[in-house]
């Protein structure tokens, strides 16, 4: 049923133990706080985006998603059913309606297997095939439905014989195998030439709208967000801080990170970049500063954005943000 909630994360929260860095009283090193009191919602037949800086953690999301992490607190919610599934079958079970497709095309695929190997395996462990005869039924069918036609001339290619943007067709057809439900695409074009991120981020929407795939979209250019994606939501240093139709938070954002963001977007009739582009560097998520995490860098903070963290203020028509300059503050 499209529009129906398929995938939920409620209030996420994920630590990691830093690597690195001076210790405290007892010896221990301070959490890195990747990700904070996180709540997102993939809704089936529609395209949600992620947009935020490198290193504010986007990628843990979506492994905290797919269960690849387990979450410091927080759940995750399949069909409204809390799960835990980090490893033997109830993983397998969570993986075959929830994928995860990969950044790097190069890494995500094994240089020594062919085409035809990377997608019958999944068909094969999940169950979907009965006979040779239809495995390479369906393997052809995986290939027409990424476009990587004729089929012949694809199937027993190495991934060195491919270009970038057909090896991630490839790991686009391999998530597609299993029958998913959710499809999590973590930076699925920013390793791809310019020329051919267009042709995926269309099989990508085309496939939501075909299947009814809740698809999220994890991306640092809000230009490709707003190209395709119905809702976005922004993500800074760890946390969310605003959502939104696509087309409304992209034309009258309202956080002054957003803005930020769009700002660096590619705009032919602009001259030069605005002053909030040279406003600092993202916080360490080690020691992020106290209230509002991006008032280091806003041209707008006011005394409070230090001392507290802003309160989630509804804008009206499915848009909220947190801010200081909006609701109470």
């Known amino acids: 049923m499209s529009g129906e909630v398929v995938l939920e994360g409620r209030n996420l929260t994920k630590n990691f133990t830093a690597a690195r860095g001076p210790r405290g009283r007892l010896g221990r090193r301070p959490p890195v706080r990747a990700v904070e009191d996180v709540s997102l919602a993939l809704r089936a037949g529609s395209v949600t985006a992620l947009v935020g800086e490198s290193g504010c953690g986007k990628s843990t999301v979506a492994r905290l998603l797919a269960q690849v992490y387990p979450a410091t607190s927080g759940e995750v919610l399949l069909r409204g059913r809390p799960v835990r599934a980090h490893r033997g079958s109830g993983f397998r079970d969570y993986r075959r309606q929830v994928q995860l497709i990969f950044q790097d095309p190069f890494a995500s695929l094994n240089p020594f297997h062919r085409v035809r190997y990377h997608l019958a395996r999944p068909l094969r462990i999940h169950g979907h095939v009965r006979s040779a005869a239809d495995e390479a039924e369906q393997v052809a069918e995986l290939l027409e439905r990424v476009s990587l036609t004729p089929v012949e001339q694809f199937m027993d290619k190495l991934p060195h014989e491919l270009s970038g943007g057909q090896r991630q067709r490839v790991a686009i057809a391999r998530a597609l195998a299993v029958r998913p439900a959710v499809l999590i695409a973590d930076e699925p074009v920013s390793m791809l030439d310019v020329s051919i991120r267009l042709g995926v981020l269309r099989l990508l929407e085309r496939l939501a709208d075909e299947s009814g795939l809740a698809l999220l979209y994890i991306t640092h250019d809000i230009a490709s967000a707003r190209y395709f994606a119905e809702d976005i939501t922004v993500m800074y240093a760890g946390r969310l801080i605003e959502r939104g139709p696509g087309e409304v938070l992209t034309q009258e954002p309202a956080h002054p990170y957003t803005r930020l963001l769009l700002s660096a977007a590619p705009d032919p009739d602009r001259v030069s970049p605005p002053e909030i582009l040279r406003r600092g560097e993202p916080p360490s998520l080690?020691?992020?500063?106290?209230?509002?995490?991006?008032?280091?860098?806003?041209?707008?903070?006011?005394?409070?954005?230090?001392?507290?963290?802003?309160p989630r203020t509804d804008l009206g028509d499915g848009r909220w943000t947190e801010c200081w300059h909006y609701g109470d503050g």
């Open 286 to 310: 080690a020691d992020p500063p106290g209230g509002c995490r991006f008032h280091p860098r806003c041209p707008i903070a006011l005394p409070v954005c230090s001392e507290r963290t802003p």
